[in-house]
């Protein structure tokens, strides 16, 4: 498949498998643009993983005409939303950061998490309910401060480094108010469809919440139901990708999509069909600057 020049889309590697050479061929042959990849990928975590092959590591990039286009960081499911992650979370973020910074990325990706949920129903009686409803407060003002300070830490890191410190969840509103609060160059949004449908929301309705905000789009597919989110094939669905497309042009975004095709059965062909559904999404909505699609064989 020829190579998607007109945009930047590119793939997140770290389940086509631990042999980082393979993977980026892989992505190559695939029509992408360029990578991201997880700072846990085993061979970035390797203790032989020096400056020597890191240099081997963007030679192998440029040769094969693909971009760094993020690292991604996180700690378990809940991001920094759990105290016990914050400290992984930020260790995790600043060997991102240095990495970002001597092999040239784009972009630090950190998932801070969702919001805690609200209490359940209870047959407690009133006074027991105004002193849960004091604990929820209290619980959330502290998780509130925690989330603050992980954040500044990490900006704190990213305007030293030089680097741009893109944040998600699956709580849009929720993640406005956080970057909001946080007044910035180096840090905006990521659009994370998987987190926004596992968290129950829509891509597009999350996409008009951010807007203005967003520098990364992280494309995937999923169908939830029954309180189960399950990753599926790009565009069968419950994403909508044509209108969520449709809206960030609106917005003039210029910022990369990574493809992310994890908890797929077959990875690789996910990637190709993923690579083929966006080749032609574009080319419908720009069929005079479209790639052109080319069956390949890997």
Known sequence: MEKMTNRNISLHIDTLGDDMRQSITAAAQLGYSGIAVGIGHPQLSASDFGTTARRQWVKMLQAHQLELTAIRAGAGVRGCVDPVNAEVLIHQ??????????????????????????????????????????AVADSDSRQASMIDAVLDELLSAADRIGIT????????????????????????????????????????????????????????????????????????????????????????????????????????????????KLAELFAARQPASAPRVVANQL
Not at 106 to 127: F, I, M, N
Not at 185 to 211: H, M, N, W
Not at 228 to 249: P, S, Y
Request: charged residues 20%.
């Open 93 to 134: 973020a600043r060997r991102a950061f240095e990495l970002a910074r001597e092999c040239c990325a784009g972009a630090v990706v950190v998932y801070l998490g969702e919001p805690s949920q609200p209490p359940s129903k209870s047959s407690a009686t009133p006074s027991a309910l105004h002193r849960q409803g004091h």
């Open 165 to 276: 410190l893109v944040v998600s969840s699956g709580d849009p509103a929720w993640l406005k108010e956080i970057i909001r609060g946080h007044c910035s160059k180096t840090v905006g949004a990521a659009l994370d469809t998987y987190r926004i449908l596992a968290a129950g929301f829509s891509p597009e309705d999350a996409a008009c919440q951010l807007a203005g905000m967003i520098k990364l789009w992280i494309c995937a597919d999923a169908v939830r139901g029954g309180g189960v989110t399950q990753n599926v094939q790009l565009g069968t669905g419950q994403a909508h990708l044509q209108a969520t497309v449709k809206i960030l042009e609106e917005q003039y975004f210029s910022g990369a999509t990574i493809v992310d095709i994890r908890g797929l059965a077959e990875p690789l062909a996910a990637a190709r069909h993923a690579a083929q």
